[in-house]
T-cell receptor, first 115, second 118 residues
Framework: QKEVEQNSGPLSVPEGAIASLNCTYSDRGSQSFFWYRQYSGKSPELIMFIYSNGDKEDGRFTAQLNKASQYVSLLIRDSQPSDSATYLC???????????????FGQGTILTVHP | SAVISQKPSRDICQRGTSLTIQCQVDSQVTMMFWYRQQPGQSLTLIAT?????????ESGFVIDKFPISRPNLTFSTLTVSNMSPEDSSIYLCSVEDPQVGRIYNEQFFGPGTRLTVL
């Protein structure tokens, strides 16, 4: 079983729709959860992070975390063609009370928003 | 967030040679990380670099193949040694950007170094 698994893509949605990206993780000790966006030929860009159960909203993006189900998702409302990219889910297990954690990435989901 | 630069941005190298990649940050950071992203794949952590101590390598990565230096709080290098075509990848450095009062610190990535080994 992969440590961090994302829903298989590619995902294609029409402009203006809601894109839903899902991620599950295997380590119950995971503490922090991140969504990165990566455009082709570019490095990953952090767009959302969450570490408490529930929802976190930032503009058109909402991250949802359910630690009991070991599930984290990203919703993109009013999707735009500029949202077309690979979305990477990353999970961090805070190491013994220190202030950093190693990131483990999922395989990524390719999102295409078509006009 | 910290501004991160990498050199070179890309290179084409011959089998058996070595390449050193530099990562420079515009502010002092405790943790720096080196990742590899093979074509069409996700990111895999190679090692964590702390200033003043030996780098910590992940399973499958060894110091002889990927020696790392971290001479100060703003700079690190990764060397890819005795390269083979299987080393063709994008190599990315990232930093954890600590802020006062935060516990769970997000990581920010440099622009990456695209390496092709012939």
């Amino acid at each position: 079983q992969k440590e961090v698994e994302q829903n298989s893509g590619p995902l294609s949605v029409p402009e203006g729709a809601i894109a839903s990206l899902n991620c599950t993780y295997s380590d119950r000790g995971s503490q922090s959860f991140f969504w990165y966006r990566q455009y082709s030929g570019k490095s990953p860009e952090l767009i959302m992070f969450i570490y408490s159960n529930g929802d976190k909203e930032d503009g058109r993006f909402t991250a949802q975390l359910n630690k009991a189900s070991q599930y984290v998702s990203l919703l993109i409302r009013d999707s735009q063609p500029s949202d077309s990219a690979t979305y990477l889910c990353a999970v961090s297990a805070n190491a013994g009370g220190t202030s950093y954690g190693k990131l483990t990435f999922g395989q990524g989901t390719i999102l295409t928003v078509h006009p | 967030s910290a501004v991160i630069s990498q050199k070179p941005s890309r290179d084409i190298c011959q089998r058996g040679t070595s390449l050193t990649i530099q990562c420079q940050v515009d502010s002092q950071v405790t943790m720096m990380f080196w990742y590899r992203q093979q074509p069409g794949q996700s990111l895999t952590l190679i090692a964590t670099a702390n200033q003043g101590s030996e780098a910590t390598y992940e399973s499958g990565f060894v110091i002889d193949k990927f020696p790392i230096s971290r001479p100060n709080l703003t700079f690190s290098t990764l060397t890819v040694s005795n390269m083979s075509p299987e080393d063709s990848s994008i190599y990315l450095c990232s930093v954890e950007d600590p802020q006062v009062g935060r516990i769970y610190n997000e990581q920010f990535f440099g622009p990456g170094t695209r390496l092709t080994v012939l």
